[in-house]
T-cell receptor, first 109, second 116 residues
């Protein structure tokens, strides 16, 4: 059973615009969430995280929003750049790290 | 300040052979995780280990797969009698604390296993 879900397998955005990647989870006990970025033939790299005591965390162009009641989080990238083109995984930590299936973002120059 | 080191990066095995994948965690990290990524799929959890202990192996196939993280040395993921369906990228990650302690997992570059 997939406890963390990313329902959009792919997303295309024009350079300079906002990219919004979405993630849903099922376990209300999760209280720490992470986003990872993965380029082809490389391992995922940690991008940004948020704990459940917050509803927003910002780091430069990246902002993660958490809606606990809806069990939903999103990653906003603004402005999007071609170098942001990658697969983005959302994850939740519990007794292990649970990953979504990823969203492939393409930023079009 | 080395990160997670996995070797080999690429491994080719014939059907029926054994594959051994190695993972050296970040220095000081005692929590190791293995994930598998099949083509066109996401990261699938396999096993979570601490030094000398398997904490959660709920994602490991019941047969042919085993993992260890000895007191000294790297973590090893062993696949016996490989089949074509085992072809995938295998990622190892480590963390300095348990997953429910607001910590991040740091990933290696992965080992791409090809079974021919």
């Amino acid at each position: 059973d997939q406890q963390v879900k990313q329902n959009s397998p792919s997303l295309s955005v024009q350079e300079g615009r906002i990219s919004i990647l979405n993630c849903d989870y099922t376990n209300s006990m999760f209280d720490y969430f992470l986003w990872y970025k993965k380029y082809p033939a490389e391992g995922p790299t940690f991008l940004i995280s948020i704990s459940s005591i917050k509803d927003k965390n910002e780091d430069g162009r990246f902002t993660v929003f958490l809606n606990k009641s809806a069990k939903h989080l999103s990653l906003h990238i603004v402005p999007s750049q071609p170098g942001d083109s990658a697969v983005y995984f959302c994850a939740a930590s519990g007794n292990q790290f649970y990953f979504g299936t990823g969203t492939s973002l393409t930023v079009i120059p | 300040n080395a990160g997670v080191m996995q070797n080999p990066r690429h491994l080719v095995r014939r059907r029926g052979q054994e594959a051994r994948l190695r993972c050296s965690p970040v220095k000081g990290h005692s929590h190791v995780y293995w994930y598998r990524q099949l083509p066109e799929e996401g990261l699938k959890f396999m096993v979570y280990l601490q030094k000398e202990n398997i904490i959660d192996e709920s994602g490991m196939p019941k047969e042919r797969f085993s993992a260890e993280f000895p007191k000294e040395g790297p973590s090893i993921l062993r696949i016996q009698q490989v089949v074509r369906g085992d072809s995938a990228a295998y990622f190892c990650a480590s963390s300095p604390a348990m997953p429910d302690f607001y910590t991040e997992a740091f990933f290696g570059q992965g080992t791409r296993l090809t079974v021919v």
